[in-house]
């Protein structure tokens, strides 16, 4: 029997109201970690899933519009571009690589993007990181029925190499928009990590010609992806003079991960009001804590009364009482990394499924330390008062 | 030598009143080891103050209160309690068992603050007290005569030099009573331990080798309707 099982008997002691303190205190330190670590990872998960490429070409309008649609199969284009752009584009001297992407139908709500094969043979999507097939695959032909399949599409639609399956028009699954043409996979991308995870890689001309398109727009692009040589800093300025403040037709995105960064900022507002609340929910179980110990405190009047007569000094039943708080908090901190694990793997699930960027709740963030510690901190401060409390206590008067 | 010595002790307290009043005054008073004193005194004659300034959880205003060689006058707060925890026993009217322990617990609270708690102590002394059957049984589970056994038993639980025992059969009825008494002389007995019972009833004179009636011991010219509810 010692202070910490004194302290501990107290919290069990008081089991609904200790419960409700401690999933409080959960509750805080879980989202405080997910509004500050997740949301940081988010940025960074988002910034870097640009997929190696520094800017986009896509037809007038939004650059968020042309870089959510192009690299994160997000949204609708904007229009559609002539294969003379995409070709202009490729001309560049300062252009490494440029690739042009098509879209306008789906199958069962997963994006078929028609690009060209080199696309996903030549492309490293991270430094040092190419496109790799699941064994056994291969990429599709120019000009054929053949598909490769991203891994987060193929593990959610059960299509391995040699399924096949008819296309549906649109970029929402519509049961009764199905195309005739059937394609076979050839291929299962493997994990990325990137939005390329959650599409259907398809020839181009297999969305440019695919029944019911419009014949005229057989040829056009929705965007043109650019890798710029290395070094070539300043050919982004110079593209960006050309297309968006001289020509009047198409727009660039460039610095392509600048803009989803910009798009976060828009929303940083957003980021204050769920902060806030996260704070507000921290003070709120600090003063939880607080109001519980205190309450218990007049409860408890007579039982710190008879520890002082058993021989407690003061500074032990002060230190039962702050031990109380530090326990809750504890226990309230453990708790709210399971909640904020699994939170994260949820929210982590949905991002993925909506935008292929993989998220993790376990990649190192500061919050991760601060938050709990910030949540110890509030509770032992929460616990000073009652246990300065408990400190007074008059033992003769409450004895009797 | 004595183990309890008192000597020109004596303690006011402020009154509702906004008045100084004299609760304690005593000029001298002396309890051997293992010695058991029974002293008599009416509600309000300043006998629950007067434990608690041998206990040390209250300070007397004046004089020497000597317990086993210190003087719990002049030591400060923390060795008051750390001298209380290891060298006293204290037994309640209302026994003062803590609630959210059970039995063998409250005994091992008893030991907790004096130092190293041992568990099969705390039990041989509840099977003293007859209760080996409801070590594990909280103070709701238990009648009022059991209470006060669990509460003689905490009060030997850190096998101290000596019991103050503040009216131990005053809840009770009188064969828990007799019992409770019997008990607490005899565990006091067994180990040596001195004992100060406070009580005003009457009939625990023969039972005591030594009877000193409160009201001529404490000097103080207080009756108990002035002490303002401390007796």
């Known amino acids: 029997m010692n202070s910490v099982s004194i302290a501990m008997r107290g919290i069990r002691e008081r089991r609904v109201s200790s419960a409700i303190t401690i999933a409080a205190v959960a509750l805080a330190c879980s989202l405080l970690m997910l509004v500050w670590a997740f949301k940081k990872e988010a940025e960074q998960s988002f910034a870097g899933a640009s997929g190696g490429f520094d800017a986009v070409l896509g037809p007038r309008g939004s650059k968020l519009q042309i870089v959510l649609n192009a690299l994160y199969h997000l949204d609708e284009s904007p229009g559609l571009m002539r294969w003379a752009d995409y070709e202009q584009a490729t001309k560049f001297p300062a252009v490494e690589a440029a690739y042009p992407l098509a879209v306008g139908d789906n199958y069962r709500g997963y994006r078929l993007v028609g690009s060209i094969p080199e696309y996903l043979q030549n492309h490293a999507y991270a430094e040092g990181q190419s496109f790799e097939l699941e064994s056994g695959g291969s990429l599709f032909e120019p000009r054929s029925m053949q598909a490769v399949v991203g891994a987060f599409a193929a593990r959610r639609l059960g299509l391995g190499i040699g399924d096949t399956f008819h296309p549906y028009h649109g970029l929402v699954y519509n049961e009764g928009a199905k195309h005739e043409e059937l394609y076979t996979v050839t291929g299962v991308l493997k994990a990325t990590g990137t939005p390329v995870d959650k599409v259907i890689w398809i020839p181009i001309s297999g969305i440019q010609t695919m029944s019911g398109h419009n014949p005229k727009a057989a040829t056009d692009v929705s965007a043109v992806l650019i890798k710029l040589k290395q070094g070539a800093s300043m050919a982004g300025f110079q593209l960006d003079m050309m297309y968006n403040k001289q020509g009047d037709r198409l727009t660039l995105a460039w610095p392509a991960n600048r803009t989803i960064l910009q798009f976060f900022d828009k929303i940083s507002w957003f980021d204050k009001i769920l902060q806030a609340v996260a704070a507000l929910v921290a003070i709120i179980a600090g003063g939880s804590i607080l109001a519980i110990l205190y309450n218990a405190m007049n409860e408890r009047k007579r039982d710190i009364a008879v520890l002082r007569a058993l021989g407690a000094r003061k500074r032990t039943v002060f230190m039962i009482s702050l031990l109380e708080a530090v326990g809750m908090t504890f226990a309230g901190v453990i708790l709210g990394f399971v909640v904020y694990v699994f939170l994260g793997m949820g929210i982590g699930e949905i991002v993925q499924r909506e935008t292929g960027v993989a998220l993790s709740p376990f990649s190192g963030n500061a919050a991760m330390v601060w938050a709990p510690l910030g949540m110890l901190g509030i509770g032992l401060l929460s616990g000073v008062l009652p246990a300065i409390k408990a400190y007074r206590t008059d033992v003769s008067r409450n004895l009797s | ?231």
């Open chain 2, 1 to 231: 030598m004595s183990l309890l010595s008192l000597k020109n002790i004596s303690k006011r307290y402020l009154s509702d009143r906004g008045e100084w009043t004299e609760i304690v005054r005593i000029s001298s008073f002396e309890l051997n080891s293992g010695e058991q004193v029974l002293l008599q005194g009416e509600s309000g004659s300043g006998k629950s103050t007067l434990l608690n300034m041998i206990a040390g959880i209250v300070t007397a205003d004046t004089g020497e209160i000597s317990l086993d060689g210190a003087d719990m006058r002049l030591l400060r707060e923390s060795a008051r309690d750390a001298h209380r925890a290891r060298s006293l026993g204290y037994v309640f009217q209302n026994f003062n068992l803590l609630d959210a322990y059970s039995c063998i617990e409250n005994v091992e609270l008893g030991m907790a603050f004096g130092g190293k708690t041992d568990v099969e102590f705390a039990r041989k002394l509840l099977e003293r007290v007859g209760l080996s059957e409801r070590l594990n049984y909280r103070p709701d589970q238990l009648s009022q005569g059991q209470k006060q056994r669990v509460a003689i038993a905490r009060a030997l639980a850190n096998r101290p030099k000596l019991v103050l025992a503040d009216e131990p059969t005053g809840n009770l009825d009188p064969s828990n009573a007799a019992i409770a008494l019997d008990l607490i002389q005899s565990l006091c007995r067994e180990n040596g331990t001195a004992l100060l019972l406070v009580s005003h009833n009457p009939s625990l004179r023969d039972k005591f080798e030594r009877t000193i009636d409160l009201m001529e011991l404490n000097e103080a010219s207080v009756s108990p309707t002035e002490t303002g509810g401390l007796s």
